[in-house]
């Protein structure tokens, strides 16, 4: 069963940037669409960037221009580079197919505050 491990949040100012990391366990990773979800707190889950296998990108319009999805098939890793960031950026970015196949990690926490 393929595990997701997210890394590389933190405390950041607004206007800057931050680097996501998702590492997957198993082979079948280069097989599927992945993205990038996030959650803030009272809020639901929603999604912010997806990769197809080919290499395709889409953003919703909240984040398109300043976040960047891409991936590493050869490392079954998924990276989600994060510019210009906003307060209204906080939550906490996890990492899983489309739609969500694989069991959720525990995410990464990315706080933008001054």
């Known amino acids: 069963q393929v595990q997701l491990v997210e890394s590389g949040g933190g405390l950041v100012q607004p206007g800057g940037s931050l680097r996501l990391s998702c590492a997957a366990s198993?082979?079948?990773?280069?097989?599927?669409?992945m993205g990038w979800y996030r959650q803030a707190p009272g809020k639901q889950r929603e999604l912010v960037a997806t990769?197809?296998?080919?290499?395709?990108?889409i953003y919703p319009d909240s984040v398109k221009g300043r976040f960047t999805i891409s991936r590493d098939n050869a490392k079954n890793t998924v990276y989600l580079q994060m510019n210009s960031l906003k307060p209204e950026d906080t939550a906490v970015y996890y990492c899983?197919?489309?739609?969500?196949?694989?069991?959720w990690g525990r995410g990464t926490q990315v706080t933008v505050s001054s």
């Open positions: 198993g082979s079948i990773f280069s097989t599927y669409t």
């Open positions: 899983n197919s489309l739609p969500s196949s694989f069991p």
């Open positions: 990769v197809t296998r080919a290499g395709s990108t």
